[in-house]
Every structure is written in C-alpha cells, then in structure tokens.
C-alpha cells in the first residue's frame, strides 16, 4: 500500500487528543437518596478502578477513535497496487509538440517525469512501454523488470513529426486485454488515465519552402511564414542553399494569417529557411526543400545502341553510362542497367530489359518475331501511370511466355512485363521502342520516368518527420545514411534498404556505392502544431485503487453513528 498524500496522516495524531478528552470528560448525573453512607464507600473502589472502566464497552470512544482515523487516511489517499490483476501500459507522446518550452524545461521532459515516477510506484506488475508518434511504436513489451521499463523510458527522445494519441493507446490495448493504459501528453485521450502537460500555445512557424529554377544556375525560393500570435509580428527569416547563407528576408504577418516571401539563390541540393531568433516551439521555425541541382540515377546501358531509346533516358536520367561488352560483375553498382539484345543471367539488381529474355528469370522465348498491337494495358500499375499504350503497333516482337510477375500491356502475346523477386527488379519489353509506334508517342518519356521510378526508386523526395521509406537495393549489400543525428551503416534485407524513421527534421542522404538519394524532411504542417487547451491533469504516482473515495464514506457512516449513540446516551441519562 501506499500514500498520494503522506502528510494526511498527521492527522493520525488527533486520535490521542480524542481518547484524552473523552477520560477528562466529567459525568455527573443528579440522583435523589436517602442516604450517602453506600454511596461513600462505593466511591473509593470506583476510584481505584476509574481508569479501566472508563474504557470497558464503551462504543462511542472506539467510534470517535475510528472516525478520526478515517478522515486522516481519506485525506492521505491510500492506495493499493493491483499487481497481479492488471497490466500497465505507459503510452508517452514524442510528438512535435512536446518540444515546447511552455512547461520548463520542456513538455515532453515534465512527461517523461512524470513516466518515471509511475514507474518507480510499480511493485511486481507487467509493465508495457508505447511511444506515441507518426505510426506507434512498441519500446518495451510487457515485462516485470521495471529496470527495463525506466531505461526504455529514458533512452526516447521526442520526434520532430506529428502524434497519433488515439492509434498508441490501441495499441497499447492490444498488448494486453486488461491492461491499464496511463498517457503522459499536451491533451489529454478518452479511454485511458491522461496527465496533460502545457496548454494553448503561440507559435511563429514557416509551413513552406518551395524552389523554382531560374536561368543561371539560379533558384527563386518562397518562404511561407505563419503568425499563431494575437498580434502582428514582423518575423525575420534567413534562406541557407546547402548550408551556407545566401539571403535574409523580413516577413510582416497578420494575427492568425500566414504570408510568403521570396529571394534569388544560387541554385542547390536544398533550400532551408529559419526564423532567428526562436519561440516557444524552435522545430516549426526551420523548413528544408529540395533545391532544383537534384542527383539523378545512375544507369548503364548494355549492347547495341537504340536511337529512341536512348534519347527517352537522357531526358529522364542524363547520359547513361556504357557497356560493350557485358560484364554483370559490375551491374549492381548502378540504379538502373538497361539491356538491349543480350541474353545473360541477371544478377541482383533494377534491369529495363529491351528485346533481352535473360536465362534466369520465370519468363521464355516463343517462336519467331512477328507483328502485334496492344489491346490491354493495366490501369492500376505504377509503371502506367498517366500512360496509355492501348493501339500501338510493334513491327517486330518476340512472342514471350511469363511463368510469374506481371503482364501489363498485351496483345497477341505480352508486350509489357514487370517482375520483383527478393534483390532483383526486371521490366521487360520484348521488342525495341525503333521497331514500334511506340516511341513516337507522347506518353513514352513518361512511361520511361514511371520505369525508372519503379526499379530504383526516387533519387530526391520531400517527405514529413516520422515517415518511413525504403528504396530497392539493386546488387548491393551496404549502404550508409547521413542525416541530422549523424550516420548509420544499413545493410539490404530482402532486396531493399530499409530506412529508420525519419524522425528529425533536416536532410537525409543514402549513399549506396556511387548513387546517392536525397530527402528533404519538415516538420508536419497545419493541426500538428495546434497546442491542446486542456487543463493541466496531474499524474498518479501508481496504477492502483484509490481507497479515499471509500474511506470518506465510512468517516461519515462513523459520525452519524456517533451522533445515533450519543444520542441514546443522553434519552438514556434523562430519564
């Protein structure tokens, strides 16, 4: 058992006072007799047995004595653990909110308190650990070392992304059907014990960034500058190129409205804006965007050369590199290795396959080349995005037989194939685009960029705090990420690289070989910066059962049964 309030009990002290004012209490009764002879010596054997007597059966003290110590244990709140009856969950926001400094040193460090106080209460129960961010995470299974438990707690940090309360204590549920599920947030969440930290809050913050290319190697970069103040703020931005400062601006914005500035740069990777000096929130007030100077993916192209083709790839991805004589050994170091009119086995890696039926994939060869049209395409594949290939004649095509993956666009036989196994990623087509209308279709640069996409994923992207990617692996084993918290080594697991959320604002570059993929992380923008206005709640120390509700109520069944005994004493002593 323990106390929400020990002081309470200092009024356990009362009890003494009561048990002495009740022996001073004087007790005189007018009796009429006829004589007093008896009565003096009666009175010297009640006066040596005065001091037990005043004790025997008498009800009225013990209920006095016990209602004094009913009201000291209401006020000091006693609880008892429910070890071995409930589970407890500790579901902890790490959201962009509980950076703020409103709540000193910071809304999430109160909250992490707060976690470790509970935790330090717990006595032999199962205790589960959820962080609440973009998608929740599980940091500690249900475990009885409250050790675990403390050192899951002190080792998070809070993200720069948005929170979902709502999907965390879900979770948190399905841990354990009868768990107790304790939130430590800024607001507070309906089916479980909230302690809310912080209330509304005023925050200056830039929602966006966008960078438009210029002539000259020059970019024009917006700043979007939003004023979450009852006041008017002239509010002092700063444009960084790749790290390096390249303008300041001044943005006058109105209460509750946002407004957007712009400067010339030179052109870059990436484009921040930071608002200096910082508010009460500092993650919402710096904004990075991809620049217009993107990396592009690195393709090989293997074989005779094909005029349509090639000049479709050079405006997706720039000059590829080239490759007379095959040499798979080396086709893993790039994103993308196009293979036209070579039959070899394909080893890990993203492959165009042009008029090619490599000897290792589930996909043969039929007959003889012969004309046909395409009569169906799929609508709902990524490589047809915006495509539409329906009615294009190819002159000369390998009839083609697939055992697994994809056929999306047909006609008398396959004309458009895609297949992913673990580590390798294969489009083929079983004719040259010089051999077909197809080349001469508008839609065919956007069907290469969708092809390109497709095998080896984005090389620049914009993306919010807290997301999760991953991008194809090609043939290599090995890559390294540099972000804001530094580097970490990541090995390719099932054909891809799967990356660590992004849990910081900033720029995040993957290099794998010698490509390199670029995001451009911010924090969320709109309801996520929106500050609860919930009173502040404080935390219980233990999940427990609260005694004081229970204990009040027998202080006052002990009084109305005082004031019943009293009062058949007095009726007693009238008459």
Do not use: C
Request: glycine share 8%.
């Amino acid at each position: 058992m323990s106390f929400l309030s020990p002081s309470g009990l200092w009024w356990l002290t009362a009890i003494p006072l009561v048990v002495l004012l009740y022996w001073l209490r004087p007790r005189r009764v007018s009796v009429v007799v006829p004589s007093l002879v008896l009565w003096r010596r009666s009175l010297r054997e009640q006066v040596r047995q005065r001091p037990l007597r005043r004790f025997e059966r008498n009800v009225l003290l013990l209920v006095q004595v016990f209602a004094v110590a009913a009201a000291a244990l209401s006020l000091a709140r006693p609880q008892r653990s429910t070890a071995g009856a409930v589970d407890v969950v500790v579901v902890l926001d790490v959201g962009l909110r509980m950076q703020a400094t409103d709540v000193r040193p910071s809304r999430f460090e109160a909250a992490r308190e707060a976690a470790l106080k509970l935790l330090d209460g717990l006595r032999g129960v199962r205790v589960g650990m959820v962080a609440a961010a973009r998608s929740p995470r599980v940091i500690q299974p249900l475990t009885t070392s409250r050790s675990d438990a403390v050192a899951a707690v002190r080792a998070l940090r809070p993200t720069d992304g948005p929170s979902d309360l709502e999907a965390a204590v879900a979770v948190a549920k399905s841990m354990s059907p009868s768990a107790a599920v304790y939130v430590f947030s800024d607001r507070p969440v309906s089916g479980a014990h909230s302690s809310v930290f912080g209330g509304s809050l005023e925050d200056v913050a830039i929602t966006g960034v966008v960078a438009s290319p210029l002539p000259g190697d020059r970019m024009r970069v917006t700043v979007t500058v939003r004023n979450g103040t009852p006041v008017v703020r002239w509010v002092p931005v700063t444009v960084l190129v790749e790290d390096q400062p390249a303008a300041r601006l001044a943005a006058r914005v109105q209460p509750g409205q946002q407004t957007s500035v712009a400067a010339t740069v030179p052109a870059g990777l990436w484009a921040e804006a930071r608002i200096v000096p910082h508010d009460a929130l500092p993650v919402t007030d710096r904004f990075v965007a991809l620049g217009t100077r993107l990396p592009r993916p690195r393709v090989l192209w293997v074989g005779p050369p094909d005029p349509f083709l090639e000049a479709g790839l050079r405006a997706v991805a720039g000059e590829p590199d080239r490759q007379e004589t095959p040499d798979p050994r080396v086709w893993g170091r790039f994103d993308v290795v196009v293979v036209h009119r070579v039959r070899a086995a394909l080893p890990p890696g993203n492959y165009v396959l042009v008029a090619s039926v490599p000897t290792n994939l589930p996909v043969r060869a039929l007959g003889t080349v012969r004309e046909d049209v395409v009569r169906f395409q799929s609508r709902t594949h990524p490589l047809l995005r915006f495509v539409d290939l329906t009615g294009s004649r190819v002159t000369r095509a390998w009839p083609v037989q697939p055992h697994a993956g994809e056929v999306l666009a047909e006609g008398e036989a396959p004309l458009l194939w895609a297949y992913e196994a673990e580590g390798l990623r294969a489009v083929l087509l079983p004719f040259s685009p010089s051999d077909s209308e197809l080349a001469l279709r508008p839609e065919f640069p956007i069907l290469l960029a969708n092809v390109v996409d497709w095998l080896a994923g984005p090389t620049s992207s914009q993306v919010e705090a807290g997301s999760t990617v991953s991008v194809p692996a090609g043939g290599l084993q090995e890559a390294v990420l540099h972000g804001p918290d530094g580097s970490r080594h990541l090995r390719a697991a099932a054909g891809r690289f799967v990356l660590p959320a992004f849990d910081r604002a900033g720029v995040y570059v993957l290099e794998a070989g010698p490509a390199r993929r670029v995001w451009a992380v911010h924090p969320p923008v709109g309801s996520a910066t929106v500050a609860s206005s919930a009173p502040a709640v404080p935390p219980q120390r233990v999940p427990v059962e609260d005694w004081g509700r229970w204990l009040v109520g027998m202080f006052v069944a002990l009084l109305v049964a005082e004031w019943w005994l009293f009062s058949g004493q007095a009726r007693g002593g009238r008459t």
